[in-house]
């Protein structure tokens, strides 16, 4: 669900003026990306944690019927807590350690404002820390951030409950 987030995040750094790759899935990780020095500065959302987890079913917190308009009703049936992995790697021009380590916490603090601008549904972040592969480190920092993003699982398809396709504008109409 949190893919569909993905375009909104980067039309919200575009607006922003930022120069920042934004994708999805876990095999854009892997892959380097060489824009030259300052400019591959990069975000990267990967479902789950390392040990493949995807996360927990936890009680709904708004059980009972909710209107939709036009004679429709949903349930909350559970909430996905789901949990991500966001990549946050940036370089300078300076190429000095203290100036990509500031560009990388710089990059993550716009991740955090993004998030809290497009997706404001229930999420919260997590652990924080440096991946420190040494082929990395020479050309930039990366930060690895735990994020958990709590879904409501309706007893019909969320093209019904958000027919606009744009789940991550919070609760649905009527709720």
Same mark, same amino acid.
Request: hydrophobic share 45%; no cysteine.
């Given at each position: 669900?949190?893919?569909?987030?993905?375009?909104?995040?980067?039309?919200?750094?575009?607006?922003?003026?930022?120069?920042?790759?934004?994708?999805?899935?876990?095999?854009?990780?892997?892959?380097?990306?060489?824009?030259?020095?300052?400019?591959?500065?990069?975000?990267?959302?990967?479902?789950?944690?390392?040990?493949?987890?995807?996360?927990?079913?936890?009680?709904?917190?708004?059980?009972?019927?909710?209107?939709?308009?036009?004679?429709?009703? @949903?349930?909350? $049936?559970?909430? +996905?807590?789901?949990?991500?992995?966001?990549? #946050?790697?940036? /370089?300078?021009?300076?190429? %000095?350690?203290?100036?990509?380590?500031?560009? @990388?916490?710089? $990059?993550?603090? +716009?991740?955090?404002?993004?998030?809290?601008? #497009?997706?404001? /549904?229930?999420?919260?972040? %997590?652990?924080?820390?440096?991946?420190?592969?040494?082929?990395? $480190?020479?050309?930039?920092?990366?930060?690895?951030?735990?994020?958990?993003?709590?879904?409501?699982?309706?007893?019909?398809?969320?093209?019904?409950?958000?027919?606009?396709?744009?789940?991550?504008?919070?609760?649905?109409?009527?709720?």
């Amino acid at each position: 669900m949190i893919a569909a987030s993905v375009g909104p995040i980067r039309e919200y750094f575009a607006a922003q003026g930022l120069v920042a790759s934004v994708v999805f899935g876990r095999r854009a990780h892997p892959s380097r990306v060489n824009q030259g020095a300052g400019s591959a500065n990069r975000v990267i959302i990967q479902p789950g944690d390392d040990g493949g987890r995807l996360g927990r079913i936890a009680p709904t917190h708004q059980p009972g019927p909710r209107d939709l308009g036009n004679n429709d009703v @949903a349930r909350s $049936l559970a909430n +996905w807590e789901a949990l991500y992995t966001v990549f #946050v790697w940036a /370089a300078s021009l300076s190429r %000095g350690e203290e100036a990509t380590f500031e560009a @990388a916490e710089e $990059l993550f603090q +716009w991740v955090v404002r993004a998030f809290a601008a #497009v997706y404001p /549904a229930e999420h919260a972040w %997590g652990d924080i820390g440096l991946v420190v592969d040494p082929a990395v $480190l020479v050309h930039g920092t990366e930060l690895r951030v735990a994020l958990t993003v709590r879904f409501p699982l309706y007893d019909v398809p969320l093209k019904r409950v958000f027919p606009s396709g744009q789940v991550n504008k919070g609760t649905p109409p009527g709720a």
